[in-house]
């Protein structure tokens, strides 16, 4: 189960990196608005990653919820803010998700 509640915090984490993302591209109300969210995220995320680590081991839930938020911050990067895909970046995205899957494997 604490598994998935990392998995969880990793996609909250996710979501804080894109309320960021979306603060850059506006102003006023709407500003506020993802700052807001912005907060409700990060909270969210850091409390179910406290949560995962009662019985996960600290190194492997860090890297793990770091590697889901940097995997899909950098999704979200290309789908949603245009940033660049080219071979190199898809790569090591690639290879990244690869050592989160086997960061799983070889944890107890």
């Known amino acids: 189960m604490n598994w998935i509640i990392l998995i969880i915090a990793g996609l909250f984490e996710v979501g804080f990196t894109s309320c960021l993302g979306k603060i850059k591209e506006t102003s006023g109300n709407e500003m506020y608005g993802w700052a807001i969210g912005f ?15 009662q019985t996960l081991p600290i190194g492997t839930a860090y890297a793990v919820w770091t590697g889901i938020g940097a995997v899909g911050t950098v999704l979200m990067g ?14 090591f995205i690639s290879t990244l998700i690869v050592s989160i899957i086997g960061l799983k494997f070889v944890s107890h």
């Open 39 to 53: 907060l409700i995220s990060l909270s969210i995320s850091m409390a179910l990653l406290i949560k995962a680590t």
């Open 78 to 91: 290309i789908f949603v803010f245009n940033e660049p895909a080219n071979f190199w970046r898809v790569f």
